[in-house]
């Protein structure tokens, strides 16, 4: 199949590939960070990764090298890493792999950056229902402190750096940074307001860095084959480098493949992914995650990547692309990833804490043919009214699987509606009433 | 209690954290492993531990649903039921697992050895459909493969069917 070259699932692709230190140093492993612990300023690191073109894979696709730049310069406390692995987005599944595949890459790839901002503890928040990855982290941590690759005076070189897996216990807002901070200082994970911002006042107060596990396995081959290399790749300048889409839903072979950004979605779905599960026909799909609008099949052709994807009216997000096929109710998807979106609401927003509960109740009612047209009406009034309204950003997420399958299906719903309507006028004057 | 059998456990996850309060989930996780659930009891002990107050324990503890706060059975089966599994077929096989275990989702087995509960995503859309049975990870579930499991475990205590580090499209092409 690949007629690209995967560069992150490169090692766990070589058949029998286990991830153990000894087989990822074979591979090439650790020799990036060999190269640049001690022997280049940590500035000169954080330059290559801007050069490079490298934009976080966790959803908001923000330029790595300059986030970390945000740091406060000289500033002589500790700073913090995070690694966000707190994979929890409908839809996406790519962190696991790595995590579980690969996970000196990972590793690697998080010394890289905690040497670039000057860190010396870095913690790798991942989601609690991933038990095995957290297994298989902490066994490599050992590995590569064993090693002299992570702990007091790495490779001789006066630098140091300790990683600990942070086991979360099942809260997707989790995922958003401040919320992640939150979680690792003990509490209920609920988001800051920002500013000020995670780069100056971020874990225990002090300034901090959170980059994605995706993001962070770049880095090892950003410094080994130099950020010329990583900005040919997909559709530089402004989505470089390759991504890792998940493909789930009425596919043939759904799971994870990685191609340069810029390919097509018929690419992906139809070459890639195998086409379509009993060759029907492609109704709809999401793009990037359970947060990103969905597409229609009028969109096939978009490109995957940043830019293009946001003009076709969705988001990249974080590279979920989730396959519908014809026969699919469109308004039962919106309801069920309503439903996800309301369980996950922390609850500290009102709009989205009490907004996420009428729009559930509401799309519950059309479903059951007890809608009536003014509801589509109440339906947009409410998402406008969640949107943009929130601490974070899960408040536009929130209503985007509603607001799209609106835009594009419209009559699925008032169909129901009008079958309410329909069986409304067989009832008595006083049952109708009570509706 | 838990600050005598697991003393040398504790003074390590204390180790990895600039701030005690950080280490009141793995402590959470700590007393779960112990007693299936977090007791009101261990909450109280986690917050002398920690120098908190127990609504601080108890506030955080509330919040995240990996945690139980009473008594489930031996074997905690977490469907996802989230809209990626339910393409896939997630609602036949939750309804499949009723019918097998003679429960509701929400219930526990008169045994005691099966908690059924419904939940959202568990990062394993592509191979869906899934569920999460304590620890493990069991993927592209059918009615067969449910019943090979749930008669594992009534008779061994575990499945060869979990599933291991995942990689999916497996290299070869082979399906598990």
């Not at chain 1, 901090?208 to 080994?224: K, R, S």
């Amino acid at each position: 199949m690949p007629k690209h070259e995967p560069v992150l699932l490169k090692n766990m692709l070589q058949p029998g590939y286990t991830g153990s230190l000894a087989e990822y140093e074979r591979a090439g492993g650790y020799q990036a960070l060999k190269k640049v612990v001690g022997k280049v300023a940590p500035a000169d690191v954080t330059a290559m990764v801007i050069k490079s073109g490298l934009r976080g894979r966790g959803g908001a696709g923000f330029p790595t090298g300059v986030k970390w730049g945000f740091l406060p310069k000289d500033y002589q406390g500790p700073k913090y890493l995070c690694c966000n692995a707190d994979e929890s987005e409908p839809g996406t599944f790519k962190d696991r792999q790595l995590m579980e595949r690969d996970p000196h890459q990972v590793l690697e790839g998080i010394a890289l950056a905690c040497y670039a901002i000057g860190s010396e503890t870095a913690y790798i928040y991942i989601r609690g229902e991933f038990v095995l990855g957290s297994r298989i982290l902490d066994k490599a941590v050992a590995e590569a402190r064993a090693a002299g690759y992570l702990g007091r005076n790495i490779l001789g070189r006066g630098i140091n750096l300790d990683i600990w897996v942070h086991r979360g216990a099942g809260a997707y807002i989790c995922g958003e940074e401040t919320a992640l901070l939150e979680s690792l200082e003990g509490k209920r994970g609920l988001p800051r307001v920002k500013p000020p911002f995670p780069a100056t006042s971020g874990l225990y107060g002090k300034p901090t860095v959170i980059n994605n596990v995706e993001t962070l396995a770049n880095l090892p081959h950003i410094v080994n084959r130099g950020p010329e290399w990583f900005a040919s790749i997909g559709s530089p300048p402004k989505s470089a480098g390759t991504r890792i889409f998940c493909v789930s839903g009425h596919v043939k072979r759904p799971g994870n493949y990685e191609v340069p950004m810029g390919v097509t979605c018929r690419e992906l779905i139809f070459e890639h992914a195998g086409g379509m599960r009993g060759d029907k026909p492609l109704k709809a799909f999401i793009p990037g995650g359970a947060s990103a609008p969905f597409l229609t099949p009028d969109h096939l052709d978009v490109k995957l990547d940043f830019e293009s994807v946001a003009q076709a009216g969705s988001m990249l997000g974080s590279g979920g692309v989730t396959v519908m096929e014809e026969g699919t109710d469109m308004v039962w998807a919106a309801l069920r990833l309503m439903e996800f979106f309301h369980h996950e609401s922390c609850g500290k927003c009102s709009p989205c804490r009490e907004g996420s509960s009428w729009l559930v109740q509401t799309l519950r009612r059309i479903l059951a043919k007890r809608g009536r047209m003014e509801d589509l009406e109440t339906l947009v009034q409410l998402c406008n009214n969640i949107a943009g309204r929130t601490v974070c950003a899960f408040g536009d997420a929130e209503v985007a699987p509603i607001l799209s399958t609106l835009k594009y299906w419209r009559p699925e719903y008032e169909a129901l509606i009008r079958e309410a309507e329909a069986q409304r006028a067989h009832e008595l004057p006083m049952a109708a009433a009570r509706h | 209690m838990l600050r005598e059998k697991y003393k040398t456990e504790i003074e390590e996850i204390l180790s990895r954290y600039p701030v005690k309060r950080s280490a009141l989930l793995p402590l959470l996780y700590l007393a779960q492993r112990e007693a299936g659930y977090i007791s009101e009891e261990a909450m109280q002990e986690i917050a002398g531990l920690l120098r908190l107050t127990p609504p601080q324990v108890y506030e955080t503890a509330t919040f995240y649903t990996m945690l139980n706060l009473k008594p489930v059975g031996k074997f905690h089966l977490q469907v996802c039921k989230s809209l990626m599994c339910a393409l896939v077929g997630s609602d036949t096989l939750i309804g499949w697992l009723e019918k097998k275990l003679g429960i509701k989702s929400g219930e526990t087995s008169k045994d005691g050895l099966f908690t059924l509960s419904k939940v959202e995503c568990l990062g394993a859309c592509g191979t869906g459909p899934m569920m999460q049975i304590n620890d493990d990870y069991y993927e592209r579930l059918t009615e067969e493969k449910v019943d090979r499991i749930l008669a594992d475990l009534k008779r061994d205590g575990t499945s060869a069917l979990k599933t291991g580090p995942f990689m999916w499209p497996e290299p070869n092409g082979a399906k598990p």
